[in-house]
T-cell receptor, first 114, second 114 residues
Framework: AQKITQTQPGMFVQEKEAVTLDCTYDTSDQSYGLFWYKQPSSGEMIFLIY??????QNATEGRYSLNFQKARKSANLVISASQLGDSAMYFCATSGGSNYKLTFGKGTLLTVNP | DGGITQSPKYLFRKEGQNVTLSCEQNLNHDAMYWYRQDPGQGLRLIYYSQIVNDFQKGDIAEGYSVSREKKESFPLTVTSAQKNPTAFYLC?????????????FGPGTRLTVT
């Protein structure tokens, strides 16, 4: 079974600054994936970034990067140069095994202040 | 445009009635999923299907039923046996194979039962 813990219910950041959203995971699978999704107030889930458990380099996608520390079982999301449009809920998720299911954390509400 | 459609966006029902939520995808994905989201919570998996005419229970399947008669369609029925059906329901799909299989989400259906 997999478990995701996001310890920050809410975070505030000033526009143009960087912010780190924490995520720790627990899994018994040898191979697994780690995902971050953004959920604006409209409700849709937007895929941001993926990290595979065997990937040695941290994943990056534009202003998003994933700080993957396998020994600590953490997969923090770093957003650089925050924009007002980044204000949303952010969910960390993990997958593993052969059933392709995703297990989500409870999310972090990010507010970007002008 | 490829994507996932869910209809309707808002749905209201009286207690004791069954209601079916629609989910259609034109991404040619094999796997489809239904999630439930309650306020301030992450997503919880209700059912998933990796192939036509086959589906598996997720973590909270009680009171729900699904069918997968076509690859493109995965409707969810919320039955009167579901004790707390009011929630936001999200449908997703993904490819099968490897671990880099991010799930693509529909816009969601907000169900209110009174």
């Amino acid at each position: 079974a997999q478990k995701i813990t996001q310890t920050q219910p809410g975070m505030f950041v000033q526009e143009k600054e960087a912010v780190t959203l924490d995520c720790t995971y627990d899994t018994s699978d040898q191979s697994y994936g780690l995902f971050w999704y953004k959920q604006p107030s409209s409700g849709e889930m937007i895929f941001l970034i993926y990290q595979g458990s065997y990937d040695e380099q941290n994943a990056t996608e534009g202003r998003y990067s994933l700080n993957f520390q396998k020994a600590r079982k953490s997969a923090n999301l770093v957003i650089s140069a925050s924009q007002l449009g980044d204000s949303a809920m952010y969910f960390c998720a993990t997958s593993g095994g052969s059933n392709y299911k995703l297990t989500f954390g409870k999310g972090t509400l990010l507010t970007v202040n002008p | 445009d490829g994507g996932i459609t869910q209809s309707p966006k808002y749905l209201f029902r009286k207690e004791g009635q069954n209601v079916t939520l629609s989910c259609e995808q034109n991404l040619n994905h094999d796997a489809m999923y239904w999630y439930r989201q309650d306020p301030g919570q992450g997503l919880r998996l209700i059912y998933y299907s990796q192939i036509v005419n086959d589906f598996q229970k997720g973590d909270i399947a009680e009171g729900y039923s699904v069918s997968r008669e076509k690859k493109e369609s995965f409707p969810l029925t919320v039955t009167s046996a579901q004790k707390n059906p009011t929630a936001f329901y999200l449908c997703a799909s993904s490819i099968i194979g490897g671990l880099t299989y991010e799930q693509y989400f529909g816009p969601g259906t907000r169900l209110t039962v009174t």
